[in-house]
């Protein structure tokens, strides 16, 4: 199974970012992909603090998802990106992944559940929280659990992904910048991967704004392929038989004492 992930800055403005996840999905097609990750609320940017994301927000059958239906159809690979779902509080969005499948389903959705009120940000005053429920779609020889960016930092999460079947994780992230964030970033991909004995695929934002850094980890720990801070695509092969010989090797997940 090939993984591609996309790092790039999304824009406040919406169509220029149905541009880019047109031309990145282009570029990805040469390298045959099954499963291609977009970072965190990629259909349009957070932007600035003070500025409501009601307005922008769209519903799952909006033209942000019918644009990657079209293009996960065409490209015959699953594509996971973020966005802002649209809720009954007109003024707070949902912060929702979406998945599409290679006829251009929609796979599942999963609403953020753990939201940024963090480093001197409060995510929660524009965003509403997501049910804290494990979401996983297959793909491929590997069942795929959904999380995003903050969520990184909760184990317990990663690990109701992995008790729901997860034997990878896709992150979409928009991780922002600031003192030594970047390499909790990359200690906490890794640390997930380790913990749970499972791929990780971090696909970031980068720019002015965020670190970038996306990576894809082996069960192990092993960065597979990885970026620095400019855009770009990160691509690696991935085979469930390699988290069944690392499970085997380290079987962790069967050593737990929960009582």
């Not at 691509?235 to 038989?241: M, R, S």
Request: hydrophobic share 45%; glycine share 8%; aromatic share 8%.
């Amino acid at each position: 199974m090939r993984v591609v992930l996309v790092q790039a800055a999304s824009d406040v403005d919406k169509a220029a970012n149905l541009m880019a996840v047109t031309q990145f999905l282009h570029r990805a097609e040469r390298h045959r992909p099954d499963l291609v990750v977009f970072p965190e609320a990629f259909m349009q940017d957070f932007g600035k603090p003070d500025t409501g994301l009601g307005a922008a927000a769209e519903p799952l059958d909006g033209p942000f998802v019918s644009l990657l239906a079209e293009r996960a159809r065409a490209l015959e690979a699953v594509v996971i990106a973020g966005m802002f779902e649209r809720s009954a509080d007109r003024e707070r969005p949902y912060n929702t992944v979406v998945a599409l499948g290679a006829h251009g389903e929609l796979l599942a959705s999963y609403r953020k559940a753990h939201l940024y009120d963090s480093f001197g940000y409060r995510e929660s005053d524009r965003l509403l929280a997501g049910e804290p429920r494990p979401v996983v779609i297959e793909v491929c020889d590997l069942t795929v659990g959904l999380m995003t960016c903050y969520d990184l930092r909760f184990p317990e999460f990663g690990r109701l992904l992995v008790d729901a079947g997860a034997t990878a994780m896709a992150v979409p992230a928009a991780w922002v910048r600031g003192p030594l964030k970047e390499g909790h970033w990359e200690t906490l991909v890794s640390a997930r991967a380790i913990e749970n004995t499972c791929f990780v695929f971090g696909a970031a934002q980068c720019g002015s704004h965020y670190a970038g850094r996306s990576m894809i980890v082996d069960p192990m720990g092993v960065a597979l392929a990885s970026l620095g801070e400019g855009p770009g695509l990160a691509v690696a092969d991935v085979d469930a038989a390699r988290v069944d010989e690392v499970r085997r090797l380290n079987p962790s997940l069967l050593n737990r004492r929960l009582h």
